[in-house]
């Protein structure tokens, strides 16, 4: 990028969002406008918004308002003489957009004669490498996770076993919505969010995304999968547990040590130089070899159905992909390793950790115990 | 939209993510496709998300996954793969996007030689006008925000005041952060989540984005600001109150007693027919007749410097907006009105409810009384 051309980000879509927030420690609720020169970041925002923008916005990010670039009347909220604006302050003559940028916008700017192409290359491929700080941060996060796992699987441990093997608290029966309750409410404690946080027991849980809902049983899986953000930094979290109230019938506890096996294995392999498609294949291979096949059967797809991990950071999902990506672990990379198995009928089960690549290999970010049976 | 026509969207952006949810019925975390032709809806959802997506999605809504529509290999997971096959199967041969849609995608459809252009119309403008089952939802999620409004003003009311005019609970200091925790506590256990809950004191409530922080002083106003979605439905609730600890100054209560009248005075207008500009006026006027202007004072802008509200559903933010929009309301149309004043030195006020439009005004959603001063 040269000194006449900016790169203009809009918030809103993913991930320009948390782009700008990386790049001028900024966020907000509504789409406000982020102009990248090759001397600094432009914020643009609303007149309410001003005081917070100067105050979380990192060195080397200049905040305005409309009013604050002469921007009167009807212009005033225009975002094409928005971005005309910022251009005339910050001296660029050309505009890149990020790939995510709204196409409608796109075609008014090349409409009112703003010179305006597309940035073919990834906005902020930096992010995939994170600084001290940001490590830090993530394991805040990651140890709110574990306290809260732990949480949820002491209360899970705490229940009684009734005739029909249902579970009790005290003459309750317990379900997915009490133990998400306990997570969430922990994770309030620790200064993070949860949303959509998986508690799901048998059949629910062979499905990956199920959050899971109603009555949990003794002797079925229960996987429960917590990812909140941080909501002081907006770092995200990321683990997977799975239990079994009660003893586990041996195909379960089967299909659980595979996948165990699965995780150290794949663990193991992590390294600076490695490439991510090789661990997706360790736990491929493992499974397949431990008779757990991956395809479809009668229309559902059943085994390993997923890749075995993302990167984790501002974006709860974001890169390097632990699976078939090609790319080439480094030092600093953030990522999840979590094999999955999924077989109606017999149960789900998928764990989960969040880890550091190291020079010698992999660091935790949090620890939490992986023990299947609460007996 | 003709037969041979189809509108795609891309969860990821918005307004799409929630206009899928509100075509289709379903959401997901992870970016996936929804085809909208004149006879129904396509969705393209990864394999494991195929079981939630058939449970979830409304009559009309096919459900594929890549595999379905014979994509094999490396065309799996390439967009434009998954686009050309949807089309195949709804038998469309032109394509149109939405405003949001992201340009890159766009550029190489184009290349491919897609036939795609973009919709000049809003995606759903019937969005606007909510369903009795969407107000049904609405009405929960409010009532939720409600108990929790509740539940933060009686704990600041429970506070003793210290000698230095500091807030405590026992003998820890009363902070904004406490009073967060146990809002988004309450809000848990109404199967709602709230994120970025704004309890702010003093001067930090003049900055109306300002989440606020550290310890709460007698005598200065605090806005609560509690804006939760629903875990369940996805719908959002929108509340917002002002209160002071111990007796407030002369000045400070002259700036509520403004705020709650203009409140007032912009409820009573509310009904179908009436320009929302109209409501937002009575508001700016009210304040300019009792003495709080709207100004720019030592680089800050100061007074009524947001609009009188917007609309709630999908969105926490969505249409019609109540400022200077140029919308006429409708029956159904589910609206927040929040007027607020905001001066350093003195203080910040918004009292905020959120009503829906009925034939003959308006009616709350949920209600909560409005009280400033806790003595």
């Keep these: 990028m040269n000194r006449l051309t900016g790169l203009i980000l809009l918030s809103g879509s993913a991930p320009s969002t948390t782009n700008i927030h990386y790049l001028s420690g900024f966020t907000a609720p509504d789409p406000f406008l982020f102009l990248k020169t090759s001397t600094g970041g432009y914020l643009l925002v609303s007149p309410m918004e001003k005081g917070r923008a100067e105050k979380q916005s990192t060195v080397g990010t200049r905040v305005f308002t409309p009013q604050d670039l002469g921007l009167k009347g009807k212009k005033t909220w225009n975002q094409v003489e928005q971005i005309r604006a910022l251009m005339d302050v910050a001296g660029v003559r050309r505009l890149q957009v990020s790939h995510d940028f709204p196409v409608g916008l796109f075609h008014t700017l090349e409409k009112k004669g703003v010179k305006v192409s597309v940035d073919k290359n990834p906005t902020c491929p930096e992010r995939k490498v994170k600084t001290a700080d940001e490590i830090s941060r993530l394991r805040k996060s990651q140890k709110a996770t574990a306290a809260a796992m732990k949480a949820g699987i002491a209360f899970i441990a705490s229940s009684g076993i009734g005739s029909k093997k249902d579970l009790y608290i005290g003459k309750e029966k ?20 949860g949303v959509e946080t998986i508690v799901a027991g048998g059949d629910q849980a062979t499905d990956p995304h199920e959050r899971g809902y109603g009555p949990l049983v003794a002797g079925e899986s229960i996987i429960i999968d917590i990812f909140p953000r941080s909501e002081k930094t907006g770092y995200w979290g990321d683990m997977t547990r799975t239990v079994c109230r009660g003893p586990a019938n041996p195909e379960l506890k089967k299909l659980y040590n595979a996948v165990k096996a699965a995780q150290a294995a794949a663990l193991k392999a992590v390294k600076p130089g490695i490439c991510a498609d090789d661990i997706h294949c360790i ?11 991956t395809m479809e059967k009668d229309g559902k797809h059943v085994g390993f159905i997923h890749g075995t991990g993302h990167g984790v950071g501002l974006d709860i999902h974001e890169l390097p992909r632990v699976g078939k990506s090609g790319e080439v672990l480094e030092v600093g990379n953030v990522i999840t390793i979590e094999p999955g198995l999924y077989y109606p009928g017999l149960g789900g089960v998928r764990i989960e950790d969040t880890v550091v690549v190291t020079e010698t290999g992999y660091s935790y970010l949090a620890a939490c115990p992986k023990k299947f049976e609460l007996l």
């Design 174 to 193: 317990l379900t997915s919505e009490m133990v998400r309750q306990l997570i969430h409410k922990t994770l309030i404690d620790h200064d993070c969010a």
């Design 283 to 293: 736990c491929q291979e493992l499974f397949q070899k431990r008779g757990f096949p």
